[in-house]
């Protein structure tokens, strides 16, 4: 029992390193690669790839809360997903039937958000 | 793993499907077709009631292990809620097509929230609950604020979801606290649990206080009334009528449950608590329904009054009062429908919400101030309305369990309140208004205020089928030893 559980820490701490190493050859790579010429827009912080807002209260449109809602939607599914990829050859075929119906009701989701427009940008 | 027979969801399962048609159909049709979605939905859910009826009757299963319940309790409450339904579809039907827009999507969400009312009187485990409940408190924001162009709608829409947030955290954090100290969450374990304990430990005595006040912000009980007024005064009159009555029977469907199932063994322990909530929020409810002069506050103040008679079947929990306060139920939502749908059809005319627009009623439509009379004094307790003889059935049972004391006070106040409902009677019969131009009712609003008219006369004068229906959903949630002496 102990040596299954280092076996599977194993694989975890494996995959830290690997991903570890991903970034940082990424942040190299850009480091050797990138240009730098600093202008006054760069150094604003980031707010989803928009100039940042001059005022607090200003308007924010409401697409950007619609696409997040969208986004989550997926998100979730997601979440459902993992654990049912990993049961459901093992158990009954209903377990299958099931999720392909959850699936149907998001896909009709997102079918009905788009043909009400709401994944036009305007 | 055993496979569930989910086959017993059937009515869950095909309400959503309804809404899901309606969705669909919504997309496909002209702005101005869309309006016939009133009369899917409601042929809808006649069939389905009628289905629920002859399918789950005599059934009587656990689903995942006690997680969702088919028995008598669950099946009374679903063709309760199925019935409800079509009544605020039929309600809405003509003032959804003179104030609001997109009907389709109206309509949809009505029915989801259906399905959550269904799937909270099956819920014998407490994250089910809340889920079901979540399911129906969100369908009814959305509902709240579907005037979108009425500042007020969206003010009360914004209430409604910040408060509902507020109720639903600390309705979690009460969860967590009981599942911490009896390391379950289904019904019937925490029942064992409070059974095995010697002393019940100050965890689970936090824990179920705060999930009593996290209903009780659903409930709108004192002191947690504060959004009711502003948020029914906003909402478009149906869903006013809706979250006045849907939601309130069907927190009491879980609440009830909940209790009966689960506290019941540390009911000394809660009982005052319940007592003295019941006995604010009749009183405050009552006082401060005097002063109003908008009929949506009115009538807002007036269910947080019967949410206080209402949760004294709660706080003198026994078989008999189980049955009063369904049965209560029953007479509050036939008669709080009735006036909403008599108000509904004065506003689809003349879109004015304060009483005094109710002046000379009596000249311009006999039929409204008439059936209007007949709802304000059921809901005051008059005798053979049906006000009266549920009013009756609940408060004998708190004497005979000893809370004589909150009977009286529920009389005292069922006295203050026939003040209010007479003043609006006054308003129709003695007050005149210049305008006599009489007021024509539509059809189905027609039809149904009289289905609604007769049955709150037949609650009244001869109650017996409906005693024994209920009485065979208490039998459900309460152990056979307790029913033996009932």
Known sequence: MPQEYAINYGAVVLAAIVGLMAVLFMFLTNYLLAPRRSSAIKGLPFECGVPAAPFTWSQINIRYYIFAILFLVFDVEAVFLFPWVIIYLKSAPIVFYEMLVFLAILLFGLLYGWKKGMLEWQ | ?486
């Open chain 2, 1 to 486: 793993m055993p496979v569930v027979n989910l086959s017993l969801l059937l009515p869950e399962f095909l309400v959503a499907a309804l809404a899901f048609a309606v969705f669909a159909a919504d997309l496909f049709m002209r702005p101005r077709q869309r309006n016939v979605l009133s009369v899917v939905s409601a042929v809808g859910l006649v069939a389905i009631g009628v289905f629920t009826y002859w399918f789950l009757q005599g059934k009587s299963e656990s689903l995942y292990n006690g997680v969702l319940k088919i028995d008598n309790y669950s099946l009374f409450f679903k063709v309760f809620f199925l019935a409800m339904g079509v009544m605020i579809v039929i309600a809405s039907a003509s003032f959804v097509k003179q104030y609001l827009s997109h009907p389709g999507e109206y309509y949809g969400i009505l029915l989801f929230s259906v399905v959550g009312m269904m799937l909270m009187s099956g819920a014998g485990e407490l994250l089910t609950a809340y889920i079901s409940l979540e399911l129906l408190s969100f369908s009814l924001y959305i509902m709240a604020s579907y005037a979108r162009d009425n500042p007020k709608s969206n003010e009360a829409g914004i209430k409604y979801v910040l408060l509902g947030a507020l109720s639903s955290a600390i309705l979690l954090y009460g969860i967590s606290m009981i599942y911490g100290a009896t390391g379950t969450t289904t019904f019937s374990d925490i029942a064992a649990a409070l059974r095995n304990l010697d002393a019940v430990n100050p965890r689970l005595l936090i824990g179920m206080a705060l999930v009593l006040a996290g209903l009780g912000f659903k409930l709108a009980a004192v002191p947690f009334h504060m959004w009711a007024p502003d948020v029914y005064e906003g909402a478009p009159l149906p869903v006013t009528a809706y979250i006045a009555i849907g939601s309130k029977v069907a927190a009491f469907a879980l609440m009830l449950r909940l209790f009966g199932e689960a506290f019941l063994p540390a009911i000394d322990q809660w009982r005052m608590l319940v007592a003295i909530l019941a006995a604010l929020t009749m009183s405050v409810g009552n006082l401060v329904a005097l002063a109003q002069t908008n009929m949506k506050r009115l009538l807002a103040y007036s269910s947080i009054a019967h949410v206080g008679y209402l949760l004294i079947g709660i706080a003198a929990l026994s078989p008999m009062a189980s049955t009063g306060l369904m049965f209560y139920l029953v007479g509050y939502s036939a008669t709080n429908m009735l006036l909403f749908a008599a108000v509904i059809a004065f506003y689809n005319k003349e879109p004015r919400d304060d009483i005094s627009a109710l002046a000379g009623l009596a000249d311009r439509s006999p039929f409204l101030a008439g059936a209007m009379a007949a709802a304000l004094f059921s809901l005051s307790g008059l005798p053979f309305f049906a006000g009266f003889i549920v009013k009756f059935y609940l408060f004998s049972a708190a004497t005979h369990e000893g809370l004589l004391w909150l009977a009286g006070l529920a009389i005292f106040n069922s006295l203050v309140s026939l003040y209010y409902y007479l003043m609006i009677i006054k308003q129709m019969y003695i007050n005149q208004s210049p305008d006599k131009t009489p007021i024509r009712v539509s059809g189905g609003m027609a039809a149904l205020v009289i289905a609604l008219v007769i049955a709150v006369f037949v609650i009244g004068l001869y109650p017996a089928p409906f005693v024994d229906v209920i009485e065979s959903a208490t039998r459900t949630i309460f152990p056979a030893t307790m029913m033996a002496s009932y």
